[in-house]
Each structure stands twice: as structure tokens, then as C-alpha cells.
């Protein structure tokens, strides 16, 4: 048996410590006649210096593309190997082991597919020349997730070749898996030695009784690219008359059965949605998972109130064992989501492979995935909205940048664990409130978070920006203080030494200040006393104890005459005293502590107080009445939660220095106010566009990082959750 080759080391990798691999998400996925590649979208495939960042984190396996449809795109008598060449040159250098991908969710290149016969071969005979090329390769995935891509690919029609049925998916698993065996043989012919290390999502499947019979159907199906690999699909097997039905003869299936190709480790790629549920009372459930034609709607098995307690990465790793007998790792762990999340998720999945080994089952490694994030993977590739998700590094911007992942994963290579105060919390999928629905007369307990003497202060405790933080904070489980001026005036020494020292937080975020644009010319002295002392009194007493630090800036730092939106290395030049004022404050809090992040952002908006723009257009407009709106001011709208949610992952991440905030786009006060009025059903003809008075472009972007979504779609958010805020007049009532 092929796992001889792992088994029979002299000294057995089970014993050990827990291995710590990585991934670089690499998916090249044919969509109609469009491919689209995570390595050219992520940014990778033009930085080889990524290697060098990975080699710091004390990573020395990695999960790397040598992808078929790259080296022979258009023939298969192409061969293009210089960026190979050059990326497997170095992590040669850099003493980093990779497991060559050759196919990661892909149908092959343009002149094959997952139906054609012949794919097998082709994909061998491009295994060959990897081995050939370079045989000190000594891991190697062929075909990532064969059953996954199948099933994406052969019944559900998301991806190439866009199949419906179940014979579609079954022929394309029945290629894969001998593309597998051919090129494993393939590569053994030049490295006797090479592994397989074969991927595959195992999430199980759990309903109420009756839908039990569809869940036992999926979970019986989840084994299939396994079984098929280890010769264990004969006549006897549930799915053996399936296979015949699609076309396969009896001699087609006792090809696995007299030659297995069993994976000398078995790779569990393992998600928080990787397990579902099953429940016929749709009208229970979102509207997105209402499919018509389907009589049950098919979710995270973690949104389902039936299936608490069921779910979870251990469970599965053992299903896997005690089905296999065979070595393990979890190839992908991964989680899109705040940054305090990401790291629960990856405590989560190295905790559940500690636990099953000290049960003695033999998990080799775990692979932190998608290290340098991934791009519409929420939509599975089939939207191109170019949403980003982070990994252990974030790729916007002018460079890489390690997220607070990294710090993590460079600690769990060197010492075997990790801690973060937000790890004190619980994540998203283990609270009460992540539930869809709960049954009739069934009390849910609230979740009860862990006594933690490590909490955030925020400041500002009255203000729409500090309660909006602390509501960001609530629902991500994070521990905090919200204090107001009575608790601690930040402007006096004496009351931000007594406020810190009993509190004793482990980072702050400044909220608090003047806010009173059209008043500060009269209160000066005030306005400069909170906006700036305040500001810098805070960041002193932060470097002295040695924690992160937050404080927030403005648009109005700029005289608006740039002609385009500003970055963060223009030169500040305010012309109001209020933007004197944060100007001064960035200045004094740069220079008492530079660790310090000061983020500048731009006209809030946001669903939870009645004093921002947006709603008081609404409000008018529901009334009858008309509105005024600049039409030479040009600026940046912010949403209240994104700017929340964003700055609490940089204050996670430790990141430094100024950076922009704001919700991508510009626009003009009046056409704001249009906008919003449109996208509430709202007539506009009661806005009236004045002039005159603007201050020019003070619009923001950022050179360092595009965090935040358009304002567009955080208008379109805004008004699809908070319709009813405003519908207190005629206008508001029809519109609603």
C-alpha cells in the first residue's frame, strides 16, 4: 500500500510535534469560456518575494501551484516554465518543501475538460514532466477536491462544464481520481518515493427526521473520491450501480479495485460552512437560501439551531480516521470574516487536531490557507465583485502587509500556541444569535463570555463614533469599556492615569473630541484642548504602558484644492480650526508615540443615531419638506460599521501610522443625498443643489490599503436595514 511510504519511516512523524504548512490559494476555474486565476488576482503570481515573507514565518511545507493550464495553456506540446522555474528555485533556496497542486478546482486546460476520456492521460503526462523537471519534489496533490469540483462542476453548473446530474458529476469524479492514480504512477516512475497528499472537503450533512434519508444520501456521497482512490467501490458499495448508470462498465470500476491509489495522507480541507443542514420549513430561513424547485432550503449547518452541538473540525478528523486508518492533514483552514474571527478559527482548528492526536489518531500537519487572502470566493467565483478577503498577509495596497494571522502563525511554528486578548471572546459561529431560527417556545440562553480582565476602552462614549465602535464590539465578542467623560476627561493627565490604571486595557481607542465643525472658530481653546491635548495625552500615557493605540482624524486636515481625492502622504494644509486641530493632533500623536495608528476618515453616516446626513434627508424628504445640498464639496461618505469594523482589524493587526478610511468613491453632497433618496424610492425634485461656500475636494483614498466598500453599496445597506427609521410622513409612507 502506498501509505508504506509514510509508515514505515524510521522515526514516525506522528510522534512528532503538530507540523505548522501553508497555502497559497491558486484556483484557475473555467466559467463559460472565461478562466479566472487566484494567483493573478491576489496579486501573487507577480511578487516572488512573497516567498521570502512566507519563509520568515517559520513555514517549511507549502502547499504551491505547478498548475497544468499554466504550463500548457493552449496545446499540450506548450511548455512554459519560467515562472515556475523561478518561484520553485526559491523555496528551494529558502529550505521550503512544496506539495505540487496540478490541478486546483480547474477542468484542465482549453483542450480538455472533465467529461473528455482522455483527460486522465493529459494530466499524467503533464505530472511527468513536473517530475522530470524537478525530482526533488517529493509531495504532490494532482487534483485538489476531485468530489468538490464534481460536484460544483458536474451538478450544480457553477464551473465548467456546467453539468446538472448526477451522471455529469460522477464521470468527471471517475477522471479526476484516475488522473490522480495515473500521475501519481507518472511521478513514481521518476521518484519512487513521492507522497500523495490528497485534498478533500469532509463536511457532513444533518437534518430534522424527515429529511434524514437526503442527509444520509450526502454523507454516504462525501466518501466517494476517497473510496474510489483506496478500491473500495465495488459491486457491494451504495453508489457502485451509480457509477454503471453514468456509463462505467464493471471493468472501469475494477480498475481501483485491483489498483488502489491510496493517498499516503488524506487532506482535509475543512470550513466553518463546510457542514450543512437540511430543513424543509423554508420559510424559516433568508431569502437566498429559498431555491425554487427545491423543497428544503440547504444551510451552515452552524446557522441551524438542530444541529448545535454537532458540528465541528474533531469530529470530522475522526469520522476520517476511523473510515481510513490512514495519516492526516488538514490542508486548508481558512476563514473569511473580522480579524478576530480569523484568529478563533485557526485556534479552533489547531486545538481540534491537538485533541484527536492525543486521542491517537496520526494528524501530520495543519496548513494555514490562503496566505495571502482570496477574491470572490463568497460568490464561488461565479460573481467578479472582486471581493477580497485577507489571509495572513492583505495584498491591498502599495505592499504585502502581515495581518495579525501572521503574528499568530509565527508563533505556533516556533513555540506550538498562540494568544490575542480577542481570543478571550467566542467566535461567530459559537454564539447564540448565529442562529437562523429557533423553535416555538425554545429559550436560547445568551452567550456567556468568559470573564477577561483584557478589554479595549474606547472613549467617546457619547458620541456616534464611539457607540458605534462599541456596538462593532458587542456583536464581534469583543470585551471592552465604554467611557465617557465622566470616567475620564482625556484632556487631564490625572484622569487618564486613574482611568488606565484600573482598567488596565490592552489597547485604546480614542473616539472622543470636538466635533462642532461651524463652531470651533468661537471655541478655539476647547476645540484645540480635546481634538489635540486630548489626543496626545492618550498617546503618552499608551507608549508608557506599551499598548496599541487608535485615534481619529479628518478629511478637513486638506484645503480641498488637490483636484483629486487625497492620500495619505499629502501634505496637510487645513482651512478651518477645526481641521487646525487634527492636524495638530496627528502631529503631537505621531511624535509621542509613532506606534500609534491614526485613521483619517470623512462624513459619517450610519444607522444608529438620527443625526447624520443620509437619515435627515430621508426624514425631510418623508416629511415634504425640501433640501438644500452642496453641490461643490466633494467628499468621501464613510459608513459608521464598515469605519467600525475596519479599524478594529488594524488596531488588531498593530498597524501603524496614518491611513485612510473611508468608504471607496466621491461624490458631492448633493449627489449623496440624491442618491440615497433614489435608493430609498424617494422623489428627488425636493432637492435643491446650492453653490458656493464648498470646500473644494476633500475627498479620501488610500495608498496603503482599499479597506472599506464603495459608498454606493454602504447607501444601499443603509437603506435596506433601516427603512422604517424615517417613514414618519406622507412622502415616507407611500415610498415604504
Known amino acids: 500500500m502506498n501509505s508504506s511510504r509514510v509508515l514505515s519511516s524510521p522515526t514516525h512523524p506522528a510522534m512528532a510535534p503538530l507540523a505548522l504548512w501553508g497555502g497559497v490559494e491558486c484556483t484557475v476555474v473555467r466559467i463559460g469560456d472565461r478562466y479566472r486565476d487566484q494567483l493573478a488576482e491576489t496579486g501573487h503570481k507577480h511578487r516572488i518575494e512573497d516567498l521570502d515573507a512566507i519563509a520568515a514565518l517559520g513555514i517549511r511545507t507549502l502547499r504551491y501551484p505547478v498548475l497544468w493550464e499554466a504550463v500548457s495553456p493552449t496545446h499540450p506540446d506548450e511548455e512554459e516554465w519560467h515562472w515556475h522555474d523561478q518561484r520553485l528555485s526559491r523555496l528551494r533556496e529558502l529550505g521550503i518543501a512544496p506539495i505540487a497542486g496540478l490541478v486546483h478546482h480547474g477542468s484542465g486546460p482549453v483542450y480538455t475538460s472533465l467529461l473528455d476520456p482522455e483527460f486522465p492521460a493529459l494530466l499524467a503526462r503533464h505530472a511527468e514532466r513536473v517530475a522530470r523537471r524537478y525530482p526533488w519534489i517529493s509531495m504532490y496533490t ?43 504512477q507518472a511521478i513514481r516512475r521518476i521518484n519512487p518515493a513521492a507522497l500523495l497528499v490528497q485534498t478533500e472537503d469532509m463536511g457532513k450533512t444533518f437534518s430534522l427526521p424527515d429529511l434524514q434519508h437526503q442527509a444520509d444520501y450526502e454523507n454516504e456521497r462525501r466518501w466517494l473520491g476517497f473510496d474510489l482512490l483506496c478500491g473500495r467501490i465495488g459491486p457491494a458499495h451504495s453508489w457502485y450501480g451509480e457509477f454503471l448508470k453514468a456509463g462505467f462498465t464493471p471493468r472501469h470500476m475494477a480498475r481501483f479495485l485491483d489498483e488502489p491509489c491510496i493517498p499516503d495522507i488524506v487532506g482535509i480541507n475543512h470550513y466553518v460552512t463546510s457542514e450543512r443542514f437540511l430543513d424543509r420549513r423554508k420559510r424559516d430561513y433568508p431569502e437566498p437560501f429559498r431555491v425554487d424547485g427545491v423543497p428544503y432550503v440547504d444551510v451552515h449547518a452552524t446557522r441551524a439551531f438542530h444541529a448545535d452541538g454537532l458540528t465541528g473540525p474533531a469530529a470530522r478528523l475522526r469520522e476520517v480516521w476511523e473510515r481510513y486508518g490512514l495519516p492526516i492533514a488538514v490542508t486548508e483552514a481558512h476563514l473569511g470574516g473580522s480579524r478576530d474571527d480569523q484568529l478563533r478559527w485557526l485556534r479552533e482548528m489547531w486545538q481540534a487536531a ?27 467565483l461565479m460573481q467578479d465583485n472582486g471581493f ?63 470573564t477577561s480582565h483584557r478589554k479595549l476602552v474606547i472613549t467617546g462614549g457619547t458620541g456616534t463614533l464611539g457607540q458605534g465602535l462599541s456596538r462593532v464590539c458587542a456583536h464581534r465578542g469583543l470585551a471592552h469599556d465604554l467611557l465617557t467623560r465622566a470616567d475620564m476627561d482625556i484632556a487631564d493627565e490625572a484622569s487618564v492615569e486613574r482611568a488606565l490604571a484600573s482598567r488596565r486595557p490592552w489597547a485604546v481607542i480614542n473616539a472622543a473630541g470636538y466635533v462642532r465643525v461651524a463652531d470651533a472658530a468661537r471655541e478655539s481653546e476647547r476645540c484645540f484642548r480635546e481634538n489635540a491635548a486630548g489626543a496626545e495625552l492618550l498617546a503618552r500615557a499608551c507608549a508608557r504602558l506599551g499598548i496599541p493605540y487608535v485615534t481619529f482624524s479628518s478629511d478637513l486636515v486638506f484645503d480641498g484644492s488637490l483636484g483629486r481625492a487625497y492620500v495619505e502622504s499629502d501634505r496637510v494644509s487645513p482651512l478651518c480650526v477645526y481641521g487646525s486641530s487634527k492636524a495638530e493632533a496627528e502631529r503631537r500623536v505621531m511624535h509621542a508615540f509613532p506606534d500609534a495608528l491614526v485613521v483619517r476618515t470623512s462624513a459619517f453616516f450610519g444607522p444608529w443615531d438620527r443625526y447624520n446626513f443620509v437619515h435627515m434627508v430621508l426624514r425631510d424628504l418623508a416629511a415634504g419638506r425640501t433640501i438644500e445640498a452642496c453641490g461643490d464639496s466633494v467628499i468621501s ?16 493587526d498593530r498597524v501603524n501610522g496614518v491611513w485612510h478610511l473611508a468608504n471607496q468613491g466621491t461624490t458631492s453632497w448633493y449627489e449623496f443625498a440624491e442618491r440615497a433618496a433614489r435608493e430609498a424610492g424617494m422623489d428627488t425634485s425636493a432637492i435643491r443643489m446650492t453653490r458656493g461656500g464648498g470646500r473644494g475636494m476633500t475627498a479620501l483614498t488610500s495608498e496603503r490599503g482599499l479597506i472599506l466598500p464603495s459608498f454606493t453599496a454602504a447607501v444601499e445597506r443603509y437603506v435596506r436595514e433601516n427603512a422604517v427609521a424615517w417613514n414618519d410622513g406622507p412622502a415616507g409612507r407611500v415610498a415604504a
Not at 485533541?355 to 463568497?378: K, M, P
Open 142 to 184: 494532482p487534483v485538489n477536491e476531485p468530489l468538490t469540483t464534481a460536484r460544483f462542476s458536474g451538478l450544480y453548473g457553477h464551473w465548467y462544464p456546467h453539468g446538472r446530474d448526477i451522471p455529469t458529476m460522477l464521470r468527471a469524479l471517475y477522471h479526476e481520481c484516475l488522473g490522480v492514480a495515473l500521475s501519481m
Open 354 to 380: 491537538q485533541t484527536v492526536r492525543s486521542e491517537g489518531v496520526d494528524i501530520r500537519a495543519l496548513t494555514v490557507w490562503s496566505l495571502f487572502g482570496c477574491v470572490d470566493w463568497n460568490s464561488l
Open 388 to 450: 477580497y478577503e485577507s489571509g495572513v498577509f492583505d495584498v491591498r495596497g502599495n505592499s504585502v502587509r502581515p495581518t495579525a494571522l501572521a503574528h499568530a502563525v509565527s508563533s505556533l511554528a516556533a513555540t506550538g500556541s498562540f494568544d490575542h486578548p480577542v481570543l478571550d471572546g467566542a467566535g461567530w459561529w459559537q454564539r447564540k444569535d448565529r442562529f437562523f431560527s429557533t423553535p416555538p417556545n425554545v429559550a436560547v440562553a445568551p452567550d456567556i463570555m468568559k
Open 637 to 652: 461618505p464613510t459608513y459608521v460599521p464598515d469605519l467600525a469594523h475596519a479599524t478594529l482589524d488594524l488596531l488588531i
